[in-house]
């Protein structure tokens, strides 16, 4: 299914990642992440990042099973139902000019003008869930979650994060004994 969306890491003011063309959407994605953070990557971030976002020179066709190497086979079945395919690339790509294709990126800048359903943020807490179409930003998904967790696809179930408001305090100046035994001069009779 050719639901597009882009893995990234974070930035200091938001985020840059990778086109990915196919299976974009959180219950077929997610899965595979978690997976791959928690055998694959033994949960080296880093090195996960460098895989799925730096890693690439054009974009991703579509993430692979090849992403669960080292899971317990009950953890693949589940997630696969037993079939196998490899991660592939964009690299084949060819261009109306026939010049080389260009990398694909996707940041927190560019992403809502790129098509992209979908984006997974790669932060050090887990994953940030966007629906592109619905929201700049997403919640995050512990990477301790199992992975065999069922993902909504709607975006209604991936709301932006609600700011936390801040608080503030009203101080009211104290009384003094002065201006309290000295009360003010009426100027209405009161009835």
Do not use: C, N
């Not at 807490?125 to 997403?138: L, T």
């Not at 909504?152 to 003094?176: I, K, M, Q, V, Y």
């Amino acid at each position: 299914m050719s639901t597009r969306s882009f893995i990234a890491r974070p930035t200091t003011s938001g985020y840059d990642g990778i086109y990915v063309q196919l299976d974009g959407q959180p219950s077929a994605k997610l899965p595979l992440l978690l997976a791959a953070f928690q055998y694959r990557f033994e949960g080296d971030l880093e090195a996960m990042a460098q895989h799925l976002v730096d890693g690439v020179a054009v974009g991703w066709d579509e993430l692979g099973t090849d992403l669960l190497a080292g899971a317990p086979a009950q953890v693949v079945t589940a997630l696969t139902g037993g079939e196998q395919w490899p991660s592939r690339t964009l690299d084949h790509l060819i261009t109306p000019d026939g010049s080389p294709p260009v990398r694909m990126t996707v940041t927190d800048r560019t992403a809502a003008d790129q098509d992209v359903q979908w984006g997974y943020v790669l932060r050090s807490e887990g994953i940030e869930v966007i629906s592109v179409p619905h929201a700049d930003a997403g919640p995050v998904i512990g990477w301790d979650t199992d992975p065999r967790t069922r993902f909504s696809d709607h975006p209604a179930h991936w709301p932006a994060p609600t700011p936390t408001p801040l608080t503030t305090s009203t101080r009211t100046a104290p009384r003094t004994a002065r201006a309290a035994a000295s009360p003010r001069p009426r100027t209405a009779a009161r009835r």
